[in-house]
């Protein structure tokens, strides 16, 4: 990606967290200096900028340090953030669940942390007068343990949320599952919604998802599936630091399939499936289908679907804003269940009440009668239950 798009990105973020930008600057370097990043002369030159446009805010497109966050704005004069800070602003402003409010209270928390100082000089600045003295070494250590404490709070609350899910997902096992995952803004939500018919959350910014969400989705032929929307991802983002991506790993890791969905009309495509390949490595092997999304803002659909089947053989193209733009989709999908799921005749003897339960609540009974002891099931089931059933000896047969 170039230099421009990234500043394009930024700018999408500062306007979802609702700032007004009036002005970029780039400063090309070789190492980021310590204390300002920049180099001494672009500060000047910058401040002056800042000055004559009565700008209040001044947004960093790379990662500061809390000692380069806080010279910047001592000299400067006015408030710096940096890339994490946006984002976690904007998840802030977004989170609804009680799961996504606890997350991004940790991330901002542990952001926090180290530029405890800074936030000090702000605080005090606000209430005037006092200068730029800090609150005293003893007030900033109380103030530290206090923020420790609470994050291991927040940690807890998290983990007991976490188990709460897994054991969720753990006891449905009914339907195949796919995640869609992808970067911020490649139209998630949007594919969710035209699968399922239901209605989902869309937004033409970044991070208008960041909670999880399941829906089921028709593909046909008696077959569905459990699609879940997932956050998204953005590069040179500390993911460690935003929890919600956790739950989008895991939701990715119990999956059956990953829809990796690729906005096929952005210039900078291909680094964005880089960023998210190289943030989804912990979950592959995995089976992937890759959906390069809005194609009816392709020039030649057909040249693009053969440029990409040469790498991923299985990509799909989809549109979300035209009729039948997702049935190509729906259709692997189906593809792909009834693989996941074949049909299956299973007898199993009256007696076995476990194994009935089991199967009541692992596989998708389609048709069940009982004769002389014995229940004959009809039933979708998860091919990797089925071949555990061969092996333990139930009478089995396919079709
Ligand atoms: N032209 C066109 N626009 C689309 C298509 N699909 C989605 N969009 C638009 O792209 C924008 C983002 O869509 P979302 O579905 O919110 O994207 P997302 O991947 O869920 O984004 P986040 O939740 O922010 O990570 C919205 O303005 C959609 O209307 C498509 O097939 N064609
Ligand atoms: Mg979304």
């Given at each position: 990606?170039?230099?421009?798009?990234?500043?394009?990105?930024?700018?999408?973020?500062?306007?979802?967290?609702?700032?007004?930008?009036?002005?970029?600057?780039?400063?090309?370097?070789?190492a980021?200096?310590?204390?300002?990043?920049?180099?001494?002369?672009?500060?000047?030159?910058?401040?002056?900028?800042?000055?004559?446009?009565g700008?209040?805010?001044?947004?960093?497109?790379?990662?500061?340090?809390?000692?380069?966050?806080?010279?910047?704005?001592?000299?400067?004069?006015?408030?710096?953030?940096?890339?994490?800070?946006?984002?976690?602003?904007?998840?802030?402003?977004r989170?609804?669940?009680?799961?996504a409010?606890?997350?991004?209270?940790?991330a901002?928390?542990?952001?926090?942390?180290?530029?405890?100082?800074?936030?000090?000089?702000h605080?005090?600045?606000?209430?005037?007068?006092?200068?730029?003295r800090?609150?005293?070494?003893?007030?900033?250590?109380?103030?530290?343990?206090?923020?420790?404490?609470?994050?291991?709070?927040?940690?807890?609350?998290?983990?007991?949320?976490?188990?709460?899910?897994?054991?969720?997902?753990q006891g449905?096992?009914?339907?195949?599952?796919?995640?869609?995952?992808?970067?911020?803004?490649?139209?998630?939500?949007?594919?969710?919604?035209?699968?399922?018919?239901?209605?989902?959350?869309?937004?033409?910014?970044?991070?208008?998802?960041?909670d999880?969400?399941?829906?089921?989705?028709?593909?046909?032929?008696?077959?569905?599936?459990?699609?879940?929307?997932?956050?998204?991802?953005i590069?040179?983002?500390?993911?460690?630091?935003?929890?919600?991506?956790?739950?989008?790993?895991?939701?990715?890791?119990?999956?059956?399939?990953?829809?990796?969905?690729?906005?096929?009309?952005?210039?900078?495509?291909?680094?964005?499936?880089?960023?998210?390949?190289?943030?989804?490595?912990?979950?592959s092997?995995?089976?992937?289908?890759?959906?390069?999304?809005?194609?009816?803002?392709?020039?030649?659909?057909?040249?693009?679907?053969?440029?990409?089947?040469?790498?991923?053989?299985?990509?799909?193209?989809?549109s979300?804003?035209?009729e039948?733009?997702?049935?190509?989709?729906?259709?692997?999908?189906?593809?792909?269940?009834?693989?996941?799921?074949?049909?299956?005749?299973?007898?199993?003897?009256?007696?076995?009440?476990?194994?009935?339960?089991?199967?009541?609540?692992?596989?998708?009974?389609?048709?069940?009668?009982?004769?002389?002891?014995?229940?004959?099931?009809?039933?979708?089931?998860?091919?990797?239950?089925?071949?555990?059933?061969?092996?333990?000896?139930?009478?089995?047969?396919?079709?």
């Amino acid at each position: 990606m170039h230099v421009d798009e990234h500043l394009e990105e930024l700018e999408r973020l500062a306007d979802t967290a609702g700032a007004q930008v009036i002005g970029r600057a780039i400063q090309r370097i070789e190492a980021p200096t310590s204390n300002f990043y920049l180099g001494q002369g672009k500060v000047e030159e910058l401040k002056d900028t800042l000055a004559a446009a009565g700008a209040t805010l001044m947004l960093f497109d790379e990662n500061l340090t809390p000692v380069q966050g806080s010279q910047l704005e001592q000299h400067i004069g006015v408030r710096v953030m940096d890339r994490t800070e946006v984002i976690l602003d904007i998840f802030a402003t977004r989170a609804r669940s009680s799961e996504a409010k606890l997350q991004v209270e940790l991330a901002q928390l542990e952001y926090l942390l180290p530029r405890l100082t800074r936030m000090w000089t702000h605080l005090s600045r606000i209430r005037g007068g006092i200068g730029l003295r800090g609150p005293g070494e003893t007030q900033l250590e109380t103030d530290r343990r206090r923020i420790r404490t609470k994050i291991s709070v927040v940690k807890k609350r998290l983990k007991d949320v976490a188990e709460h899910r897994a054991n969720q997902r753990q006891g449905r096992r009914d339907l195949p599952t796919a995640a869609l995952v992808g970067y911020t803004n490649a139209g998630k939500s949007s594919l969710l919604k035209a699968l399922s018919g239901h209605d989902v959350f869309i937004e033409d910014r970044l991070f208008a998802t960041v909670d999880t969400l399941a829906r089921e989705v028709d593909v046909g032929e008696g077959y569905r599936y459990r699609l879940t929307d997932t956050v998204g991802f953005i590069r040179k983002l500390p993911h460690h630091l935003v929890a919600s991506f956790r739950a989008t790993l895991e939701e990715a890791e119990d999956a059956d399939l990953l829809l990796h969905v690729i906005d096929a009309s952005h210039p900078g495509w291909e680094d964005q499936l880089d960023v998210v390949e190289t943030e989804t490595t912990s979950v592959s092997p995995k089976r992937v289908i890759h959906v390069f999304n809005k194609a009816d803002l392709l020039p030649d659909r057909d040249a693009f679907l053969a440029f990409v089947r040469e790498r991923y053989p299985h990509a799909v193209l989809t549109s979300t804003v035209r009729e039948g733009g997702v049935e190509d989709l729906r259709r692997a999908l189906r593809t792909s269940a009834q693989a996941l799921r074949p049909i299956a005749e299973i007898r199993v003897p009256v007696t076995d009440g476990k194994l009935l339960a089991t199967l009541h609540r692992d596989a998708e009974i389609l048709h069940q009668e009982q004769t002389n002891g014995v229940v004959t099931l009809r039933a979708r089931i998860e091919a990797r239950l089925l071949g555990r059933l061969r092996q333990e000896g139930v009478e089995v047969v396919l079709g």
